[in-house]
């Protein structure tokens, strides 16, 4: 018997003679695995760029067969994976994330999570919070709200919307941005 497998009974009775009587009404059983996984252990994160984040735990084992991981971000499922590795690479600069990983099996049995592990992305060194020039509201576009963080700050030190590191907001910083508009 295997799991996953129908099977099919029927009972017949003998006497001493070896009479056989009339088999019984037939049973038909289901077996299915109803084992989850282990959880992962020894989950690791390490935010290696303002854009990525290297995750790590040691594999799961079942009494089947792991054959895939579930990664959450902040509590959301972002991926399913088949090895015991992932980079995240949608996230942005200066920012703190948690993260927790659940295995499965091909019964659909999912494990519990793994351990929690929070890291937080360094900060850009190019003057913008996300790493994309011009994007000064981190909104993934360059546009007019972020036009307009730069006309607040024009003619100031802001590091913010100093988009060429003179040391100030300047005409400069403005055809920059205006060269990414819609990027």
Sequence with gaps: MSLGGTYKYEVSAYDLSSNESDKS????????DQAKPSAPANLKAKA???SRVDLSWSVSTDNVGVIGYRIYRNG???KKVTGNKY????????????YYVKAYDAAGNIS?????VKVTTPKSTTGTPQGKLGDLNSDGKVNIFDLSILLTRY???SKLADLNNSGKVDIF???IL??????
Excluded: E, H, M, Q
């Design 76 to 78: 959301s499922l972002i």
């Design 48 to 50: 290696v760029s303002t």
């Design 178 to 183: 205006l060269s990414r508009w819609g990027s």
């Design 25 to 32: 009404t037939s049973v038909t059983v289901n077996v299915k």
């Design 87 to 98: 980079y995240d690479k949608a996230v942005k600069a200066a920012k703190a994330y948690s």
């Design 155 to 157: 003619k100031t030190t």
């Design 173 to 175: 910083d403005l055809s």
């Design 112 to 116: 519990n999570r793994s351990n929690i």
